[in-house]
C-alpha cells in the first residue's frame, strides 16, 4: 500500500544521538557505534517502557474520549513516519505495535494498527473501532485511519497522523472512506453492514493478531 507521510513527530532519538557523538571523547569508529547502538537500545527500551506505562493505567480512570486523546497524542508523538520499504526493507508490512514502539517509526498503517491496539488494550470495545482505509485528497495517496464510534449509528471520530486533532469525520473531507474493518469484519464505506471478508485479507489480519497477541501487543482475551 502507498500510504501519506508526514512530518516527523518527535526528534528526540536524532537529537541524542547527535549530542552524544558531539560529548563524547574521540574514540575508534567501531567503538562509537557500539556506543550509538547501545544508546538507540536504551531509547528504544525507554519508549516500549513508556507505552507499557500508559497501558497499564487504571481504565477506569478516564471515560473513553480521554482515552482516545492520550493513545493519539502518545502515539503520534513517539513514532515517526517512514515507509515500511524504509522500516522493514519490504513494500507492505503491518507491524504490530510493540514493534513500531521499538522502532520508533511506521507508515499510516502501524500509527492506526498501534492506535486499536492500544484502545482495545485499555478496555475499549473492539467492536467502537475500526481501522479504515481511506484516500487523502490533499496528498492524492491511500491512507489509514483508525475511527471511533461511541455508538452503531453514531458519525465517527477520526484518530490520525496527518492532522493530529481528534474530529468527527464530518469535518475530515480531506480524507475520502473506501472500506474499514477489525475483529469482526469489513464494512464498506457506504454500508454499515459486515461483508465477506477476502481470504487473503482474513489470513493476513489474523497473522497481525497472533503476532500481536504473542509480543504482548494484544490483550489475551479481546474485548467485543
Not at 521499538?102 to 498501534?114: K, N, R
Not at 481501522?131 to 487523502?136: D, E, G, Q, R, Y
Request: proline share 7%; aromatic share 8%.
Amino acid at each position: 500500500m502507498s500510504s501519506c507521510s508526514s512530518a516527523p513527530h518527535h526528534l528526540l532519538l536524532s537529537s541524542l544521538l547527535v549530542t552524544s557523538m558531539l560529548l563524547s571523547p574521540a574514540r575508534p569508529a567501531e567503538a562509537q557505534a557500539e556506543h550509538l547502538a547501545g544508546l538507540s537500545s536504551a531509547i528504544s527500551d525507554a519508549r516500549l517502557s513508556s507505552w507499557h506505562n500508559l497501558l497499564g493505567q487504571n481504565p477506569h480512570d478516564d471515560d473513553e474520549r480521554a482515552q482516545l486523546q492520550r493513545v493519539n497524542e502518545f502515539i503520534n508523538r513517539s513514532v515517526t513516519f517512514v515507509s515500511d520499504q524504509q522500516a522493514w526493507g519490504i513494500d507492505d508490512y503491518w507491524a504490530t505495535p510493540a514493534q513500531t514502539l521499538l522502532l520508533g517509526q511506521g507508515d499510516c498503517e502501524d500509527f492506526a494498527i498501534a492506535k486499536y491496539f492500544s484502545l482495545v488494550r485499555l478496555g475499549v470495545p473492539s467492536d467502537k473501532l475500526r481501522l479504515t482505509f481511506v484516500k487523502a485528497l490533499t496528498q492524492n495517496q491511500a491512507h489509514m485511519v483508525l475511527a471511533y464510534y461511541p455508538t452503531p449509528s453514531a458519525q465517527p471520530l477520526i484518530l490520525d497522523n496527518l492532522d493530529t486533532r481528534i474530529r468527527p469525520a464530518s469535518e475530515r473531507a480531506d480524507l475520502l472512506p473506501v472500506y474499514s474493518f477489525n475483529n469482526h469484519g469489513v464494512f464498506l464505506a457506504k454500508s454499515p453492514q459486515r461483508v465477506s471478508q477476502p481470504p487473503e485479507f482474513l489470513a493476513r489480519w489474523n497473522e497481525l493478531s497472533e503476532r500481536a497477541l504473542a509480543d504482548g501487543s494484544a490483550p489475551s482475551a479481546p474485548r467485543s
